[in-house]
C-alpha cells in the first residue's frame, strides 16, 4: 500500500500562474483534507470531502478550489496564485472524523 | 465550532528529562483526541490517540491523559530521547465535526 501521496513535490510558481496538486490514497478513505502549513501556524484547513462528489471550505478556503471526482484522489487548485499562497502543503485521509488521519509526505510551493 | 489551545510553543529539555504539552477544548462533546508528531521535513504521523471514554493510555515511554470536566489533554514523554525532538501536534473532534488542530508544540531535547 502506498497510503497517501503527493504530486509534485516542489513547485515554483510565478505570481498569478494556476496550478493543481494531486492527493491520491489506496485505503479507500472517505474523509480528505487539504492543509497548509506555515511557521509558527500549525496546519490550518484549507478544504476538505467527505466523499466522492462532496466538497466543503475549511478555515482558509480563498484563493482555493477543489474536486473529488473519484473517492481516491483530492485536487487542489490554484487559479491565481499569490506570494501568500508560498507555503507547504499536505493531504490527509482518514475512515471518518474521529479516526487517525493519514498524511501525504507534502508539496513545497513558492509564489514568487 | 471547537477551538484547541496548545501550550506550550516550545519546550526545550535535557535528555532523560520528562516532556508534558497540554491541550485545552472547548466543545464538551468532543469524543477523539490524537496526538501527532512531525519531524523535521516530514510529514505528521499518529503517535498516540485517547477516546472519551477513557481517561489515560499509554504506549512505552509516551502517555496521554485526558480530564473531560477541566476539557483538557495532555501527552506525556519520559525519559526524553534526541529522537523525541520534533513538533507535537493536538487534535480534537467528535461526531460529525471534522478535527480542529492545536498550533503545534516544539520540543526540543538536548544530548
Known amino acids: 500500500n502506498a497510503g497517501v501521496t503527493q504530486t509534485p513535490k516542489f513547485r515554483v510558481l510565478k505570481t498569478g500562474q494556476s496550478m493543481t496538486l494531486l492527493c491520491a490514497q489506496d485505503?479507500?478513505?472517505?474523509?480528505m483534507y487539504w492543509y497548509r502549513q506555515d511557521p509558527g501556524m500549525g496546519l490550518r484547513l484549507i478544504h476538505y470531502?467527505?466523499?466522492?462528489?462532496?466538497?466543503a471550505k475549511g478555515e482558509v478556503p480563498d484563493g482555493y478550489n477543489v474536486s473529488r471526482l473519484k473517492k481516491q484522489n483530492f485536487l487542489l487548485g490554484l487559479e491565481s496564485a499569490a506570494p501568500s499562497q508560498t507555503s507547504v502543503y499536505f493531504c490527509?485521509?482518514?475512515?471518518?472524523?474521529?479516526?487517525?488521519?493519514?498524511f501525504g509526505p507534502g508539496t513545497r510551493l513558492t509564489v514568487t | 465550532g471547537e477551538n484547541v489551545e496548545q501550550h506550550p510553543s516550545t519546550l526545550s529539555v535535557q535528555e532523560g528529562d520528562s516532556a508534558v504539552i497540554k491541550c485545552t477544548y472547548s466543545?464538551?462533546?468532543?469524543?477523539?483526541f490524537p496526538w501527532y508528531k512531525q519531524e523535521l521535513g516530514k510529514r505528521p504521523q499518529l503517535i498516540i490517540d485517547?477516546?472519551?471514554?477513557?481517561g489515560e493510555k499509554k504506549d512505552q515511554r509516551i502517555a496521554v491523559t485526558l480530564n473531560k470536566t477541566a476539557k483538557h489533554f495532555s501527552l506525556h514523554i519520559t525519559e526524553t530521547q534526541p529522537e523525541d525532538s520534533a513538533v507535537y501536534f493536538c487534535a480534537a473532534s467528535r461526531g460529525s465535526y471534522i478535527p480542529t488542530f492545536g498550533r503545534g508544540t516544539s520540543l526540543i531535547v538536548h544530548p
Open positions: 485505503m479507500n478513505h472517505e474523509y
Open positions: 470531502s467527505v466523499g466522492e462528489g462532496t466538497t
Open positions: 485517547i477516546r472519551s471514554n477513557v
Open positions: 490527509a485521509s482518514s475512515y471518518g472524523v474521529i479516526y487517525e488521519q493519514y
Open positions: 466543545d464538551s462533546a468532543s469524543n477523539y
